[in-house]
């Protein structure tokens, strides 16, 4: 039991240590797998909030609550998060929706297949494929 309490105590060390280095602030069990973080810089995300599987993260963006609330956002599978982009409060994002850099995402997006652009932001363009299937990439825990 000793053994694994150190452990733990490495693995925290070592992922706050990290953290510190690259510029994140990811909490634990917040994504699901498939995490992708082309860039290291500054990636803040709540621990409130809760992420899908094939989740990809550019630098300089901020996951969390609003106004002192504990509610953070839920988002789905596939979704693409462009640089600078802030999304926050209690809402939803739907599977593979496209989050274009410098987007301030503080309303549900329930529709799949979106690109969200802007501030705040909007549904620019419909229909199209997600970062996974458009990059080719193959990726299933299933």
């Known amino acids: ?5 150190i452990l733990r105590f ?11 280095k690259l510029g994140y602030s990811i909490p634990i069990n917040v994504f699901g797998p498939g995490l992708s973080l082309p860039h290291y810089g ?30 953070a956002p ?9 640089p600078g982009a802030i999304l926050f ?12 850099a410098n987007a301030t995402v503080n309303k549900s997006c329930e529709v799949q297949n979106v690109v969200l652009a802007g501030t705040p932001a909007k549904v620019v363009k419909e229909e199209y494929e997600c970062w996974v299937k458009f990059n080719k990439i193959v990726r299933s825990t299933k």
């Not at 989740?55 to 504990?70: D, E, W, Y």
């Not at 409060?89 to 599977?95: E, F, M, P, Q």
């Open 89 to 100: 409060g209690n809402i939803t994002i739907a599977d593979n929706v496209t989050i274009a």
């Open 42 to 71: 500054t990636i803040v995300v709540s621990k409130n909030a809760k992420v899908g599987e094939n989740c990809r993260l550019h630098a300089s963006t901020n996951i969390g609550a609003s106004a002192g609330k504990p509610e």
């Open 10 to 20: 490495l693995y925290r060390y070592k992922r706050r240590n990290l953290g510190i």
């Open 74 to 82: 839920i988002i789905g599978d596939n979704v693409y998060i462009g």
């Open 1 to 5: 039991m000793c053994g694994r309490k």
